[in-house]
């Protein structure tokens, strides 16, 4: 069972808009959060990594936020790029002794002129 | 290395064949993971080494998959008799010791079998 939810699987929005992407997981317990774009054909690159008690981080245009009450993190692009046309992937780190990671499967996100 | 190093990049395979996937980490990297996509579908999770210690297999899809990481550096993820559905982008991460430590991704192993 998937212990890492992302939704919506996929999104198109124009340039210029913001949008926001939800990632849901039953992980526990609870050791980071962290979010990856990932470009076609190519390899995840790391947007945030957030800890238990981190509510919010910035990367440029992008921002995440984590409730780990309600285990729930969303990732907000602010004026959308063309560039930013990419999946994001959320993946989760237990806290027990092996670290195991659990991957969502993606958003894909489509910006359109 | 200065990154994380895979081969083949590319194999193309027939049907029933075996193949073998090697992973080189960073060196010094504690952690190991390798995982699958499909063409256009999200990661799927295969399996994880800490050191040499295989931590969680529960992704491997069915025993014609292993892995193994004899020294704790160099993985390899072996594929028996390959099938069609096997095909997909094998990618594996490396992280230096902790688990908050930066992942670091190889460039894959495109696996298409015939």
């Known amino acids: 069972k998937n212990q890492v939810e992302q939704s919506p699987q996929s999104l198109i929005i124009l340039e210029g808009k913001n949008c926001t992407l939800q990632?849901?997981?039953?992980?526990?317990?609870?050791?980071?959060l962290r979010w990856y774009k990932q470009d076609t054909g190519r390899g995840p690159v790391s947007l945030t990594i957030m800890t238990f008690s981190e509510n919010t981080k910035s990367n440029g245009r992008y921002t995440a936020t984590l409730d780990a009450d309600t285990k729930q993190s969303s990732l907000h692009i602010t004026a959308s790029q063309l560039s930013d046309s990419a999946s994001y992937i959320c993946?989760?780190?237990?806290?027990?002794?092996?670290?195991?990671?659990?991957f969502g499967k993606g958003t894909s996100l489509l910006v359109t002129p | 290395g200065a990154g994380v190093s895979q081969s083949p990049r590319y194999k193309v395979t027939k049907r029933g064949q075996d193949v073998a996937l090697r992973c080189d980490p960073i060196s010094g990297h504690v952690s190991l993971y390798w995982y699958r996509q499909a063409l256009g579908q999200g990661p799927e999770f295969l399996t994880y080494?800490?050191?040499?210690?295989?931590?969680?297999k529960s992704g491997l899809p069915n025993d014609r998959f292993s892995a193994e990481r004899p020294e704790g550096s160099i993985s390899t993820l072996t594929i028996q008799r390959t099938e069609q559905r096997d095909s997909a982008m094998y990618r594996c991460?490396?992280?230096?010791?902790?688990?908050?430590?930066?992942?670091?991704f190889g460039e894959g192993s495109r696996l298409t079998v015939l």
């Open positions: 991460a490396s992280q230096s010791i902790g688990n908050t430590g930066e992942l670091f």
């Open positions: 080494f800490n050191y040499e210690a295989q931590q969680d």
């Open positions: 990632c849901n997981y039953t992980v526990s317990p609870f050791s980071n």
């Open positions: 993946v989760v780190s237990a806290e027990n002794s092996g670290y195991a990671l659990n």
